[in-house]
C-alpha cells in the first residue's frame, strides 16, 4: 500500500482528504504540523504540505524534506493565490494545487505524481489489446505475444504512460525523454513514435494507443 | 563675528559697504602714500616753484639794501652755485649793468627807462622762458634793481619729475584696489553658487529607492540651514517611503491572509459537497450538489481574480519578462485546456507554425491571459462549440462561435478576468483586439514592437 504523509493544520479539511484518500486506497499519515514529518518521511512515498501551518511553514518543512530525501514527491497545497507562493513553491515542490481543489484532482495528481516518482505499485496496466507491466518494463499483446521496443521508444512509451490523460507537447515528451532542450523543426520524437506506433498499434494508419492532438501533441488516455 | 559667520546678509552687507567706502578711502590712502613717498628727498635748499623764487629774490633784494658791489658779486656767486643755469644781473640806478652771472652774459651795458619797459615786457606772463623776476635794490629802486632769470626747463623739482615718471602707477594701484574688490565679491559669490549647485545636485541625483541622499553641511548660514532642512526632508521621505513599504507588504500579506481565509471553508465545503455527491440522493438533490459544486468553482475563481487584480493595480503582481517562445507557451496552455474543449464537442481549430516566435514577456502572466481567454470561452461562449487558436504573421489569433461579448451570459461575472488581461496585456505592450458580434468573437494579439522576433 502507497502511503502518503500529509501535514495540514486545519482539522476539517485534514480529517475529510485522510478519509478520503483512504477510500481511494491509500494509507495516510496526519500530521497537525511539521513536528514528526521528519521521522514519518522514510516510510512515506508521498508528501502532500499545506503552506499555512503553525510554527514552520510548508516551504521550510518541503525543503527540509527535499534535502533528506530527494527522490520524495512533494505535493503542495496551498489557499494563499500570492503568485510570489507559487513561484517558491515550485521551486522545490512537483507540484502545486490551490484549495479548493475537488478531491478528484487531488487524487488524479497524487496518481500522477506516484507514478512519475516509480513509486506506483500498479501491476499493470492494459489499454487497448496491450497489457503493460510497468515494473519488470514488459509489454504483452492479449494474445499473449511480447512486444520489444528500442530503449528510446519504451522511454517515450512509458513517459506517456507515467502522464496519464494528459496532453504533452512534442517540447515537452522530448525534453522528459531526451533530457535536452527541443529545437524547433526536430523530427526525431515524430519518426520515432511512427516506429512505436508501428509495434504497438494494431493499425498504425489509425492509431488508438497514443493519440494525435493535431497541432499540440500527444496523448495516452488510461 | 559669529553672526557675521552666520549670515550670508550680514558679509553681502559687508561687501557692499566695502565696496562703497573703497573709493574715497583708496583715492585719499593711495594719495597719501603715494605723495609721502615722493616727496620724501626733496631738497630744500633750492627753490623750483615761481613764487618760491620771486620771494627768494625778494628777500636777496632786501638783504642786499645797502651792499656793496662786491658783497653782491658774493651772493651771486653762492645763489649761482644753487641755480646753475640761472641768469643774475644787477643794473645800478644810473642804468649800467654792474654784475652778471655768468660773466660774459648777452646783456646790454646801459638800461634806458623804455628799454627796462620793453624787457618787462618781454618777460610777462606764466610761459614767458625764461622765467625772470626783478627786484628793486634798495628802497624805491635806489640802488638800482637785480634780475634774476631761470629756463622753465630748470623749473620742475626732482619730486615733480619722479612723479611724471611714475604717474602711472596711481591708476595701476586704484585699479588693483577695484580688482580685488570684484575677486572678494565674485569669490563671495561662486561659493555661495558651487553650494547652491552642490545641493541641487544632490537633490537630482538619488538612488535606487528615488530618494536623495543627505549632504554635508558644511557651515551654519542660510545655505547650511537650507542644507539642514533638506536632510530633514530627505530622512522624512525616506521614512515614509520605508513605511509605505511596510504597508505594502502588510496589504501583500493581508491579501494573502484573506484569500487564505476565504480559501479554507471553501475548501471544506467543496470536500462536504463531494461527500453529499457520493451518497444516494435524489435528482434534485444531485441538481444541487452539482449547482454548489459548480458555484465553489466560480467563488474559487473570483477569489483568484480579485486577488490578482489587487495585485496587479498596486504593481505588486510579480513581473520577470523574459524572451518567450510564444507558439510553445499557446501548445502548452492548450493542451490543458484540450480535454475540457473535447468533453464539451468543441471544434478545434489549431494553426500553429513548426517555428518559435518569440516575445518579450512574462511567462507566468502570458499563461495568465491565456488561461483567462479560455476559461471565458468555456464559461461564456460554449453555446458556440467551436473554437479556434491561430499564429500567423506574428499574431495570434483566438475566436469563438458565442454569442458575443455584448450579450449576457448566463454565467456573467464583473469581467474582472478581462480586466486582468487588459493591465496585464498593457504592462507587456501587447496590442490587443477584440470584435465581437452576436456571431462569436475574434481576438488578435500582437506585439507592440517587432523586435524580439525571430531572433534565435
Redesign the interface.
Given at each position: 500500500m502507497r502511503t502518503i504523509l500529509y501535514i495540514e493544520d486545519d482539522q476539517e479539511i485534514g480529517r475529510f482528504v485522510k478519509d478520503d484518500l483512504e477510500a481511494r486506497g491509500f494509507s495516510v499519515r496526519w500530521l497537525l504540523s511539521g513536528e514528526g514529518a521528519d521521522e514519518a518521511l522514510p516510510e512515506a512515498d508521498l508528501v502532500v504540505l499545506d503552506v499555512m501551518l503553525p510554527g514552520l511553514d510548508g516551504f521550510t518543512i518541503g525543503q527540509r524534506l527535499k534535502r533528506k530525501q530527494g527522490d520524495i514527491p512533494i505535493l503542495l497545497l496551498s489557499a494563499r493565490t500570492a503568485v510570489d507562493d507559487k513561484l517558491a513553491g515550485l521551486q522545490f515542490a512537483d507540484d502545486y494545487l490551490t484549495k479548493p481543489f475537488h478531491p478528484d484532482e487531488l487524487a488524479a495528481r497524487i496518481d500522477v505524481l506516484l507514478r512519475r516518482a516509480g513509486r506506483d505499485l500498479m501491476e499493470e496496466i492494459t489499454l487497448d489489446h496491450l497489457r503493460i507491466n510497468l515494473k519488470e518494463n514488459r509489454i504483452l499483446t492479449t494474445a499473449g505475444e511480447e512486444i520489444l521496443l528500442t530503449a528510446k521508444q519504451h522511454q517515450i512509451f512509458t513517459y506517456l504512460l507515467r502522464h496519464p490523460n494528459q496532453i504533452l507537447t512534442k517540447e515537452q515528451l522530448y525534453e522528459g525523454v531526451w533530457q535536452e532542450p527541443y529545437l524547433e523543426g526536430d523530427k526525431t520524437l515524430h519518426v520515432h513514435i511512427r516506429y512505436l506506433r508501428e509495434k504497438i498499434e494494431q493499425d498504425p494508419s489509425q492509431p488508438r494507443i497514443i493519440e494525435t492532438i493535431r497541432g499540440i501533441g500527444y496523448r495516452v488516455k488510461q | 563675528m559669529k553672526r557675521l559667520r552666520r549670515s550670508l546678509l550680514a558679509q553681502y552687507v559687508l561687501i557692499i559697504l566695502f565696496a562703497t567706502m573703497i573709493l574715497p578711502i583708496s583715492v585719499t590712502g593711495l594719495s597719501i602714500v603715494f605723495y609721502n613717498t615722493l616727496y620724501e628727498g626733496n631738497s630744500d635748499d633750492r627753490l623750483y616753484n615761481g613764487t618760491d623764487l620771486e620771494q627768494m629774490w625778494h628777500r636777496t633784494a632786501k638783504s642786499l639794501e645797502q651792499a656793496t658791489e662786491e658783497e653782491i658779486r658774493e651772493k651771486f656767486h653762492q645763489l649761482k652755485l644753487v641755480y646753475t643755469n640761472a641768469n643774475l644781473y644787477w643794473v645800478d640806478v644810473k642804468g649800467m649793468t654792474r654784475v652778471t652771472f655768468p660773466e660774459n652774459l648777452p646783456v646790454r651795458k646801459q638800461w634806458k627807462a623804455t628799454d627796462a619797459i620793453q624787457f618787462m615786457k618781454d618777460h610777462r606772463g606764466m610761459t614767458a622762458d625764461p622765467f625772470t623776476t626783478v627786484a628793486f635794490l634798495g628802497t624805491e629802486g635806489k640802488h638800482g634793481f637785480i634780475v634774476f632769470q631761470l629756463p622753465r626747463s630748470d623749473m620742475e623739482s626732482p619730486s615733480d619729475k619722479l612723479r611724471e615718471q611714475y604717474n602711472f602707477l596711481f591708476p595701476i594701484a586704484l585699479l588693483a584696489v577695484f580688482i580685488v574688490f570684484i575677486l572678494i565679491s565674485t569669490l563671495f559669490f561662486y561659493r555661495i553658487r558651487k553650494r547652491l549647485l552642490h545641493l541641487q545636485e544632490a537633490m537630482a541625483i538619488s538612488d535606487q529607492s528615488g530618494v536623495p541622499s543627505p549632504v554635508a553641511v558644511s557651515r551654519e548660514d542660510e545655505i547650511g540651514r537650507l542644507e539642514l532642512s533638506f536632510n530633514r526632508m530627505v530622512q522624512e521621505v525616506e521614512e515614509g517611503r520605508l513605511r509605505q513599504l511596510e504597508e505594502e507588504e502588510l496589504r501583500?500579506e493581508l491579501?494573502?491572509?484573506l484569500?487564505?481565509?476565504?480559501?479554507?471553508p471553501?475548501?471544506?465545503?467543496?470536500?462536504?459537497t463531494?461527500?453529499l455527491h457520493q451518497e444516494h440522493l435524489s435528482e434534485k438533490g444531485m441538481e444541487s450538489v452539482k449547482l454548489l459544486?459548480e458555484k465553489?468553482r466560480y467563488m474559487?475563481g473570483l477569489?483568484?481574480n480579485l486577488?490578482?487584480y489587487t495585485?496587479l493595480t498596486t504593481g505588486k503582481?510579480?513581473f520577470y519578462p523574459e524572451k518567450i517562445d510564444i507558439v510553445?507557451l499557446v501548445?502548452?496552455s492548450?493542451?490543458?485546456w484540450?480535454?475540457i474543449f473535447e468533453n464539451l464537442e468543441f471544434t478545434m481549430e489549431?494553426?500553429?507554425p513548426?517555428?518559435?516566435i518569440f516575445w518579450q514577456a512574462d511567462p507566468?502572466w502570458f499563461s495568465r491571459i491565456l488561461d483567462n481567454l479560455l476559461q471565458n470561452i468555456h464559461r461564456h461562449a460554449a453555446d458556440g462549440r467551436y473554437i479556434a487558436i491561430r499564429i500567423q504573421e506574428e499574431t495570434l489569433m483566438l475566436e469563438d462561435h458565442g454569442p458575443g461579448m455584448k450579450s449576457k451570459s448566463s454565467s456573467q461575472g464583473v469581467g474582472i478576468g478581462l480586466s486582468i488581461v487588459s493591465l496585464m496585456m498593457k504592462e507587456m505592450k501587447l496590442e490587443w483586439n477584440i470584435q465581437t458580434d452576436t456571431n462569436g468573437t475574434k481576438m488578435t494579439i500582437r506585439q507592440k514592437q517587432r523586435s524580439y522576433q525571430n531572433e534565435y
Open positions: - | 501583500k491579501i494573502a491572509n484569500s487564505h481565509d476565504l480559501r479554507t471553501l475548501t471544506t465545503i467543496r470536500g462536504h463531494y461527500r459544486d465553489i474559487d477569489i483568484d486577488v490578482s495585485l503582481y510579480p510553445r501548445r502548452t492548450f493542451a490543458t484540450y480535454p489549431l494553426d500553429i513548426d517555428r518559435q507566468q
